[in-house]
């Protein structure tokens, strides 16, 4: 069980909110404004010293408040055990993450608490920039191989770098060719884990569909982020002139997307709102259960308005398919009963109502 207790102070309307969660399903219901994604915010902010809905600090911290603390006892592990883990942020952006004893990096404790959201902002993933995408499959990648991150910075240096000689404008050949050669080896590591990545999650992925939207073909393709026919040397070496004029590197591990698609078209395009939730979260849960094989340990999710997009019968499914998983699951919908009757007796199950900024555990 990753989370076994959790006390917020001064995220949003959360001024001091201590709750001892279920391992497996935690459901919190409130009225509109009553701080249930806040407390999912708090979650995230545990995991990843940030907000999934914001990117300024300020709005997550409470008005008037100077600090913001979530402090938690963690297993992360699943092995019985007992660490506490405590992130702490300042609005002059000084962050601490304290674990068991000792200062944590951003990359360890995204690695000791993997978490993964699904929110009305996920339908980015379909609908969105292919920003969007790459960091989904850098997430999976990121869990899947330690070489990953090491690989990654390495990328973005030296692309910031080519980058900015060819904003200068003038660009000593020698010095390019160095610039190229090492470009070209990091994209190809980074792409090559990429790609092992999708095709590891493709079939996850269609196991979950076929479960929460069955009848609904929809395809993965990843897309490189250059022409796979032509060696990236030479691509860079073609569009230099191009590259140059328009001040950024054109091809590469930084044009990569993932296309999904169904019946040939986009899938963002083809389907209703309801099938696209289903769609996004299919993929969110087949990298969890990809997380699950890869690593033996579950994930945490924050799930946001569970029902909303959705009629009775596919929250029923998605339900089901999260209790038969072994990860923690947070929960939130305004309506009490909406999520009532979907679960068995034998799921540990907890109920939370949130009212201004206040939790209390329901059952
Ligand atoms: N920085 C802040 N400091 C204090 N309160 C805030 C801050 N930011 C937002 N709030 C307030 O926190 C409250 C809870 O917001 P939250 O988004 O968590 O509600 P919610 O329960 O998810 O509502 P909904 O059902 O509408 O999604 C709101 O009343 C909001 O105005
Ligand atoms: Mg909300």
């Not at 899938?267 to 209703?272: F, G, P, Q, T």
Request: net charge positive; with cysteine.
């Amino acid at each position: 069980m990753p989370i076994k207790s959790l006390h917020v102070q001064h995220v949003r309307n959360l001024s001091d909110v201590r709750i001892t969660p279920s391992p497996r399903i935690n459901i919190i219901s409130g009225d509109n404004g009553s701080g249930k994604t806040s407390l999912l915010e708090a979650l995230h902010f545990l995991g990843m010293t940030r907000s999934f809905r914001t990117s300024q600090f300020r709005h997550l911290l409470q008005s008037g408040a100077d600090n913001c603390l979530v402090f938690a006892q963690i297993d992360p592990a699943g092995k019985g055990e007992q660490h506490p883990l405590g992130v702490e942020r300042r609005p002059d952006g000084d962050v601490r993450i304290r674990h068991a004893g000792q200062t944590l990096g951003l990359s360890e404790l995204a690695q000791l608490l993997p978490l993964q959201v699904i929110d009305s902002d996920t339908f980015q993933l379909l609908e969105g920039s292919p920003g969007v995408r790459r960091q989904f499959i850098d997430w999976g990648v990121f869990h899947a191989d330690p070489s990953f991150i090491q690989l990654w910075r390495g990328f973005r240096r030296i692309l910031k770098q080519r980058n900015s000689l060819l904003k200068c404008g003038k660009i000593d050949p020698r010095l390019r060719r160095v610039w190229d050669r090492e470009f070209v080896t990091y994209a190809e590591r980074m792409t090559a884990l990429r790609a092992r990545y999708i095709e590891l999650l493709k079939p996850d992925f269609e196991t979950t569909l076929s479960r929460l939207l069955g009848g609904v073909p929809v395809e993965l393709k990843f897309s490189q982020g250059w022409d796979r026919k032509t060696p990236l040397d030479e691509l860079l070496e073609e569009g230099f002139a191009r590259d140059l004029k328009q001040g950024f590197t054109g091809s590469g591990p930084q044009r990569a997307d993932l296309r999904v698609r169904t019946d040939g078209q986009s899938a963002a395009e083809r389907l209703s709102r309801g099938q696209k939730k289903l769609v996004v979260s299919a993929l969110k849960l087949a990298q969890g259960a990809l997380f699950y094989r890869l690593n033996n340990r579950p994930c945490i999710y924050l799930i946001d308005d569970l029902p909303s997009e959705l009629d009775e019968q596919h929250c029923r499914l998605f339900c089901q398919f999260l209790e038969e998983t072994s990860n923690q699951c947070f929960i939130t919908c305004v309506d009490p009963g909406a999520l009532g009757g979907f679960w068995l007796p034998q799921t540990d199950v907890s109920r939370f109502r949130v009212e201004a900024g206040m939790l209390t555990q329901i059952d």
